[in-house]
């Protein structure tokens, strides 16, 4: 063994006593970085509103285009007024919003089962994919007087539409989700003698999660845009359609206050997906820490 | 030929040991035999002992471990783990990787109980869970079992992966480099405890390493591999007393091991 005693190896440390000043950092921090967020989002509607009322009482702008922000206050007032009592709005917004709830539906059965067959099989990825790609650069709002010609002016159009405009990003979230798995976890799997189905369901899944999280609130917008483009160009009983006669009758106030609500729903739905995947993807870095951490 | 090993097995270990790995010829090339990965290996791994391979990287230490693990055929050769071929991923086996591979949407214990669940379904898993929290309890994950992997430390987390390997009570222990992500200090902690559970379990261990004090640490007989193809140089014995302890690692005798291994690889084109 050693022939040193290794307790005698070490000293005490010594050092001469120094008059040194305070190593103090001086952390400048811009303005700008300091201000609160509420303080920040606040003060910047205030901005874009006083813009606005700006533009519109110098009259840049003709008044018939851009009314005040006064006039859509009030409008908002009266939209609000009508949903709250019953009135034929809420019918409207409802109707809106079962195409958006029922579009998404079929967004995420077919975009997921699509998915899973392009990421896990050969075909899939062979022979179905190719045409999704090609599908998916087509102008997918182009479809619509499709399923206008096939579905009637009833709310399966538009449900169609918004379905067929969320499947795909969908579609390639789960794929690329399914794709996200390493070589360890895969050989781990393997060497339990896992079969294709429980590596499929209790591993693959699991580890794209985040990615189809992706895709669903991709989807989620998608949707949104899919009921109203066919509500524009089919009729029907929704807010597309309300927003379409306000429009033709230069009722801008009612299209912007129509729009507000409309944001409302999307925002809903959206916010939804966003909870729904902080429950479910608790474990995801994505999920845990937020986009407002920094303060 | 290479008269020093391929083709003539060697008795290391305990003689008297049963073989529980035996591999005659085990090569593995790709692309019709244009690449070769692996030359011809023959090799016993005797009931109890623990081996260790080192070599350079790219020496086809990870196909072997993939062909004895059953996740890859050998491209020539056999494989008999108890007398059986292995013709696929077999229970008496458990693996270790350099990544602990948890997941993350799985606690402590459940990440355990993950092979038993996906062997035999979740109501023996569940059967299990008192003993799972023994496992991390006797790994000193005491207080840890209901907690996520994103919480724990990396040498927690390869230390979780060690209950994971041993709730399927193993036979034969596969281990690619398991603490070569770790630190120094983590590293002879766990390598300590790798050998208390292979004594007290008298499980045949296979290690694959980088590192040479590592291997000869632990390991009855080290094996020696060149890169390119990977090739089986030559076996070295290690005669040190059980249980080894940290203090061995500064005897002259180790010292000339670890020597002996170095000065070997380095003859076959060791470079770095």
Known sequence: MMPV??????????????????????????WIDRIPRSVAMAGLLIVVLLIWWGVHHFEIVSRIILPSPQEVGRDILTVGANILSGGYMLDALWMTTKEVLWGFFFAIVIGFSLGVLVGETTFGEKAVMPYLVAIDTMPKVAFAPLFLAWLGFGISSKVALAAFIATFPIVVGTAAGLHAADDNARMMFRTLGASRW???????IPT??????????IGAVGVMAGAITAEFLGGGKGFGELIRVAASQLQTPRVFSLIL???VLGFSLFWSVVLIERKLVFWHRSTVTGIDDRH | MHDTFPQTVREVGRESARPVYQLRNVSKSFGNGAIRALDPVSLDLREGTFSSVIGPSGCGKSTLLKIMAG??????????????PVTGPRREIGMMYQQATLFPWLTAVQNVLLPISIRDGKAAAAARLQEARELLDLVGLAGFEDVYPRQLSGGMAQRTSICRMLITEPD??????????LDELARDFMNMELQRICMSRRATALLITHSIPEAVLLSDVVYIMSARPGRFEEAVDIELPRPRTLEMMTTPEFGAYVRHIRSHLDEGGFSS
């Open chain 2, 71 to 84: 996740v890859a055929p050998p491209s020539s050769g056999s494989v008999m783990l108890d007398g059986k």
């Open chain 2, 172 to 181: 034969m222990l596969l281990l690619d480099e398991p603490f070569s992500a």
């Open chain 1, 5 to 30: 005693e290794t307790s005698s190896l070490g000293r005490p440390i010594t050092v001469e006593p120094g008059d040194f000043p305070e190593t103090v950092w001086s952390v400048r921090e811009a």
């Open chain 1, 198 to 204: 429980q590596t499929l369901i209790r591993m693959k």
């Open chain 1, 261 to 263: 609500y409309l944001s």
């Open chain 1, 208 to 217: 794209g999660m985040p990615q189809i999280f992706t895709g669903l609130k």
